[in-house]
């Protein structure tokens, strides 16, 4: 049997489902939990994953845009609240549309904001206090201090309100129309952990996902919860998107929370793929399917392919240690081994280790 049916319902509350209804979105909640220890309690934390379409045309005023996307964020994120979640994840970007597919500046770049004092970091302040949630905000982010230099950033807001800090995204794709190189540097923020009150958190952007030293990073860091808001098509990644987080879970003994955005961008202008092919006005379909991989290899199921949705998840964190007394991979990952050998491997003189008759 699939690991991932054996996930328990969670039991949400009938406020909370309706409101959903009502505000016509897709509300999930499951429940991992781990054995009973004698020396340290449960450790439970509840956390919330959104997913949604742009609510406006794209070209739609920028500020307009922004403020829908406020609005659409605020109210998912009531109802998250309702449910009890502790620490609430948005989608890649989740400010404006994934238009890095257009290769034009403008208006694409006017949706860059500041990570420690833009609009959204303080509309994500408010809900974080408001609602006692920790909340992962992930913006393109406009870096004043360094030239006004680009980011694919997440910001971490405490429970408090207060800025945890911020995390950039590693890896930056090269892949069909993903020219995300044209506007934002590869994070130079190495992979920092989180410590909210909830449990130790950490954030490997989308294409950071294909990248299993970029996992291990933030776990040999001691994130207990990866995220990993993303934004991908169908044609590309649907085949890889159910494995490459759930092995990382494994992989590192940590839960993992990919998360993908819906619906399908429509640009004014058309665009090429360079590739001799005709030029078109969207990037694909965004197939959502967000969810939750635990270090046991459990899964969730995944939110609707086209919905906008939350999915809550409760969680007992003593699994990741559980799992990891069980399988070690840590011990046995001969991490030094690897260290001296990566190290010769990226040397322009690397000759590699191939024995010849
Ligand atoms: N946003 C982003 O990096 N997308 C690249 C495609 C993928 O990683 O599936």
Redesign the pocket.
Known sequence: MDAQADRQKLSLPVAALSSAQERDFELQGYGFDAAPEQLRRPRIVRVGLVQNKIPLPTDTAVAVQVAALHRRIEEIVEVAAMCGVNIICFQ?AWTMP?AFCTREKLPWTEFAESAEDGLTTKFCQELAKKYDMVVVSPILERDEIHGGTLWNTAVVISNSGAILGKSR?NH??R??D?N?STYYMEGNMGHPVFQTQFGTIAVN???G??HPLNWLMYSLNGAEIIFNP????GT??ES?WPIEARNAAIANHCFTCPINRVGTEYYKNAFTSGDGGKAHHDLGHFYGSSYVAAPDGSRTPGLSRTRDGLLVVEMDLNLCRQVSDKWNFKMTGRFEMYADKLAEAVQPCFTPNIIRE
């Open positions: 890649e994934f995204k930056i794709p892949v069909g993903f995300e952007i989308c294409f996902r294909h993303s934004a991908t098509i590309l990644s890889l």
